[in-house]
């Protein structure tokens, strides 16, 4: 079953911006949009945790039609965990989503699915929705296991959780060779990816849920690449990291997304 899904494009800005830098950003990109493209495509922010509160402030003071969260939370629900964000501080800010799972957590803070999966309970606790993040490195896709890899990934982070819980849920797959490399995987393996990750959510979770989950392509997507990712029937937006910095660069991609035919 195929239901209309909204595109989404969501800015990773990953370590990057001061919250000046932050207030400046999400100002122009917004002024650079109309309200029919906010409307097409549902254009969502996602800073470090230090700039939160002044997004927040300018979005909700300007009634923007920008969605924003954060790029991490504590599987946690609050006590002697320091540096750690927990899924509450981040709703008491308003934040509609989450990454979760992203590879540069996997990689360096060694997240394990188990550590993701609790992560994804931790959010939907707080009404957040998570944007989980799959996707392999180059050994696994020179081996030709990428499809396995991914699936595997999905069912570890989703494990327990049932459907009714994960009607909001977006997902991401974002190989990791092609994160911030500039090499973008072609149309044809995102899309291969995707309905792979769809169809499995059909196996496991149902069809009306698999049929209306967003699915993202991340990984180098600039405006240059983003009409062939997003007119594909199982790609549902991108995850923009390095281009989601420059706002008349994430606006163009935004745009892209919005146009009638993606
Ligand atoms: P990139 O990052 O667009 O800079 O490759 C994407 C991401 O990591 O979310």
Same mark, same amino acid.
């Given at each position: 079953?195929?239901?209309?899904?909204? &595109?989404?494009?969501?800015?990773?800005?990953?370590?990057?911006?001061?919250?000046?830098?932050?207030?400046?950003?999400?100002?122009?990109?917004?002024?650079?949009?109309?309200?029919?493209?906010?409307?097409?495509?549902?254009?969502?922010?996602?800073?470090?945790?230090?700039?939160?509160?002044?997004?927040? @402030?300018?979005?909700?003071?300007?009634?923007?039609?920008?969605?924003?969260?954060?790029?991490?939370?504590? &599987? +946690?629900?609050?006590?002697?965990?320091?540096?750690?964000?927990?899924?509450?501080?981040?709703?008491?800010?308003?934040?509609?989503?989450? $990454?979760?799972?992203?590879?540069?957590?996997?990689? +360096? +803070?060694?997240?394990?699915?188990?550590?993701?999966?609790?992560?994804?309970?931790?959010?939907?606790?707080?009404?957040?929705? &998570?944007?989980?993040?799959?996707?392999?490195?180059?050994?696994?896709?020179?081996?030709?296991?990428?499809?396995?890899?991914? %699936?595997?990934?999905?069912?570890?982070? %989703?494990?327990?959780? @049932?459907?009714?819980?994960?009607?909001?849920?977006?997902? @991401?797959?974002?190989?990791?060779?092609?994160?911030?490399?500039?090499?973008?995987?072609?149309?044809?393996?995102?899309?291969?990816?995707?309905?792979?990750?769809?169809?499995?959510?059909?196996?496991? +979770?149902?069809?009306?849920? @698999?049929?209306?989950?967003?699915? $993202?392509?991340?990984?180098?997507?600039?405006?240059?690449?983003?009409?062939?990712?997003?007119?594909?029937?199982?790609?549902?937006?991108?995850?923009?990291?390095?281009?989601?910095?420059?706002?008349?660069?994430?606006?163009?991609?935004?745009?892209?997304?919005?146009? &009638?035919?993606?």
């Amino acid at each position: 079953m195929i239901t209309a899904r909204r &595109p989404m494009i969501a800015g990773n800005w990953k370590m990057n911006l001061s919250h000046l830098e932050a207030i400046a950003l999400v100002q122009k990109v917004a002024f650079s949009l109309d309200a029919t493209q906010l409307q097409r495509v549902e254009v969502v922010v996602l800073p470090p945790f230090v700039s939160l509160r002044s997004v927040q @402030a300018l979005i909700v003071g300007d009634q923007l039609l920008i969605g924003y969260g954060a790029q991490d939370l504590s &599987p +946690h629900t609050d006590g002697a965990y320091t540096g750690d964000i927990s899924g509450a501080m981040l709703a008491g800010l308003g934040c509609q989503y989450v $990454l979760v799972g992203h590879s540069e957590r996997r990689e +360096h +803070h060694h997240e394990s699915d188990a550590a993701i999966n609790a992560k994804l309970g931790a959010a939907l606790d707080n009404a957040i929705t &998570p944007i989980l993040c799959v996707g392999e490195g180059l050994p696994v896709r020179s081996e030709g296991r990428h499809v396995e890899y991914c %699936l595997t990934q999905l069912d570890g982070a %989703l494990a327990g959780l @049932a459907a009714d819980r994960l009607a909001e849920l977006v997902l @991401a797959y974002e190989p990791v060779w092609a994160i911030g490399t500039g090499e973008v995987a072609t149309p044809e393996d995102a899309q291969e990816m995707c309905s792979a990750l769809r169809e499995r959510l059909r196996e496991t +979770h149902g069809a009306a849920l @698999a049929g209306g989950m967003r699915i $993202l392509y991340g990984g180098s997507v600039k405006a240059s690449n983003t009409e062939g990712i997003v007119a594909q029937p199982d790609v549902d937006g991108a995850l923009v990291g390095g281009a989601s910095l420059d706002a008349d660069e994430f606006a163009r991609i935004c745009r892209l997304a919005a146009a &009638p035919s993606s």
